[in-house]
Every structure is written in C-alpha cells, then in structure tokens.
C-alpha cells in the first residue's frame, strides 16, 4: 500500500507551508458555516480546500514553488510587523520613539530626561521634545 502512494506521488508537487495554509483556512471556513449557517462560506471552504488539493497534487513544480515563496514573503511581512510592534511595546517603558520631522528616521530616547534637544543621526535635524 504504501508503495503504491509513493509511486502515485512520485513528480507531484506535495504539501508545502502554503497548501496546509489552505487547508486549515478551509477548515475554519467549514466551522463558520455551521455557527452563521451560511451556504456561501460552505461553498467557499469546498472551493479553497479543492484548489489546495489540486497544489498538492499538481505536477508543475516550478509554479508550486514559486507560489509557496509568494506566501512565505507576505507571511514574512505580516508576522515582522507584529513582532516590531511588540518590540516597540515592550520599548515604551523605558524609552520614548519619536520620528524626525526632516527624514522620518526613528529615535530612540530615555524617559524621565525632561525637555531635551534631539539631533537625528542620519540628517542632523535638531528639534525639541519631552522624555
């Protein structure tokens, strides 16, 4: 049996980061659908979790793969926002950031310093703030 299954796959593409992304988005599809009973979202799980199928079983490899980059690149933006952010929130205690109003840069200063003058490192604008 298990020869069988690994000559059926031989050439095909497989489960990669993006199909089971699919997959388990279809699943909670499917759980919506039974909570809002709704026939629209049914539909759109079965949709999702045939075209996650058809990847897995696809044999253009190249197009696969390019696919699962794509995905891999914007999970890679979403989850590195969320990550700087929680960076920034666990900064807030001790620091305040602000942005230099000439080149957007961000500057990282001490609390508790009072009124201080800045100077941006990158164009060398001073102004003025509370720390």
Known sequence: MREKLSRFMAGRYGVDGYSRFLL??????LVLSMIFRNNWLYILAV?????SYSRIFSRNLQKRYAQNNRYYQYKQKI???FKRQAGYMRQRKTHHIYRCPGCRQKIRIPRGKGKISIRCPKCHTEFIKRS
Not at 47 to 51: D, E, I, L
């Open 47 to 51: 949709v999702v979790m045939v075209y």
């Open 24 to 29: 388990w988005f279809s699943v909670a599809l």
């Open 79 to 81: 989850t590195g926002f």
